[in-house]
């Protein structure tokens, strides 16, 4: 019967083990994700009629090409001219 609870006790212990180094690998996978950079996306907007130029946050469901807002300057449209991530 000794045997048996040794085994057992070894087997407990390895499996105690496994568990604390598996949570230390995942401790440490979420530690470097946490630091990946994070990126911001900009875009960036011409006039249509004076080539006035103005650097927005970009939002969901603009593309390259898309008159978006009027121009602060003369009235005239503006064109999204580029998109770029920092």
């Known amino acids: 019967?000794?045997?048996v609870n040794s085994g057992t006790e070894i087997l407990l212990?390895?499996?105690l083990v496994a568990v604390?180094?598996?949570l230390i690998y995942e401790s440490y996978l979420k530690k470097?994700?946490?630091e990946s950079p994070r990126y911001v996306?900009?875009?960036i907007l011409v006039c249509l009629n004076?080539?006035?130029v103005i650097?927005?946050?970009f939002e969901p469901g603009d593309f390259i090409g898309l008159i978006k807002d009027t121009c602060p300057r003369c009235g005239g449209k503006?064109?999204?001219k580029g998109i770029y991530s920092v």
Request: a neutral charge; proline letters at 0%; hydrophobic letters at 35%.
């Open 1 to 3: 019967m000794d045997s």
């Open 13 to 15: 212990a390895v499996l």
């Open 20 to 22: 604390i180094l598996y």
């Open 32 to 34: 470097k994700r946490e």
């Open 41 to 43: 996306t900009r875009e």
């Open 50 to 52: 004076c080539n006035y």
């Open 55 to 57: 650097e927005k946050d």
């Open 78 to 80: 503006m064109r999204i």
